[in-house]
């Protein structure tokens, strides 16, 4: 509304109304469908969004904190609270013909292109926030060896020996550039989409690093399997299989949506394990087979756009964090402005970044499967 005289009320920190004003569950959609969402505190299930107990604690103090800078906010009228939307509203459709028109153009929806991307590698590694100055490093588990009492009675002591992993750091960027003009022609908000788009963009790159981290580390100590045909659950079982030999559990299967139409053709819902066999007839939803979960991810890379985080034919199969990896977090996804006001160009612009590493302790604990006619992009080998 302000490009067309109405003042929009910023806050020096952008908030998420969902994040704010969390609900008890879980909502639905147009088709009834489930709705998940990262920013819910919790899901569908009543349960809280959270991967351990340490992390239900920071969750409550961190939805506590918001809702009271947002409280303080809204006293300080640095948002529109709920009287004054009202009072907008009338005030407009009270005005004349002009304001009406003004504020009509104002809804017109955006048609996206396609979905807006959400990352998973930071379900996959065991994340880590790093301090200012303090050194990254991560402790391999030890094997000790069951060693027989001879019969003298003298016991022969063992030397147990670990190693540590020194994991490199990297920055991960995302500098969106928007014209002035483009700002007073567009029907919406242009610089809030471009900061979203920004953030799913380096989600689209941790993703990208973290597989071809897990593409490398898979034929360390587990062999690639040949995917000859079609992704099925004989497949899957030879993935399962490669890991959980060392005795691990997969908790993961990562797939492209190309795979999960293998899955749908290839396979009967009573042919699952029971527990899946009752999602699949009552709900249709197909997110995990012997009690692991599945992964789809979707995208077509185009010339100069990256939309795909996993490749088509390429299947992995990977174990929970604290068994697999870790990825340390430097400095979190921040925003600097850096507008582009010199020259004769009339630009904002934006600078995000985050300093992040990842690494696989364990390679024993990530398999993957290629499909024979499948090509790997350069991205990832």
Sequence with gaps: MWANGMKKKTASIKHNEKLLNPKAFGGYDSRGREVESKYDMFNSKGEMNAYDKKEVL?????????????????????????????????SVMT?????????????I???????????????V???????????????????????????DGHTIASVVKGDRVFPPEFWVTAYPKIDVA???????????????????????QEDRN?????????TLENSMINITSTLNKSVLESLQHEVERHRLQVDKFIINRAELGDLKKNINAM????????????????????????????????????NVSVPPGVVFAVTEGSTLGAMPIRIGLTMYPADQ???????????????????????????????SSATIPAWLA
Aim: avoid cysteine; aromatic fraction near 12%; glycine fraction near 6%.
């Design 58 to 90: 920071d969750n409550q103090i961190k939805f506590a904190k918001l809702r009271e800078k947002y409280q303080k906010s809204a006293d300080h009228s640095t948002f529109f609270n709920s009287e004054e939307k009202q009072r907008l509203v009338e």
């Design 95 to 107: 005005g004349s013909e002009e304001d009406r028109y003004k504020f009509a153009a104002e809804m």
């Design 109 to 123: 929806p955006l048609i996206l292109e396609r979905l807006d991307y959400e990352g998973f590698i930071r379900q």
């Design 125 to 151: 590694f065991k994340t880590h926030e790093v301090a200012y100055g303090q050194i990254i490093s991560y402790e391999k588990d030890i094997n000790v060896t069951a060693l027989v009492i001879q019969n």
């Design 182 to 204: 483009e700002i007073a022609q567009r029907q919406f908000d242009i610089v809030e989409r471009a900061h979203d788009k920004a953030v799913f963009q380096i989600m689209l």
């Design 210 to 218: 973290g597989l071809r981290e897990l593409y490398s580390a898979a």
């Design 271 to 306: 042919e699952f394990d029971p527990v899946t066999s009752r999602d699949v007839l009552t709900t249709g939803v197909f997110s995990s087979i012997w009690g692991v979960n599945i992964y789809v991810s979707a995208g077509v890379d185009e010339p100069g756009k990256q």
């Design 341 to 371: 006001f010199m020259f004769g160009q009339f630009q904002y612009g934006y600078l995000f970044g985050e300093l992040i590493g990842m690494t696989v302790v364990n390679p024993r604990a990530v398999a993957v499967g290629v499909k």
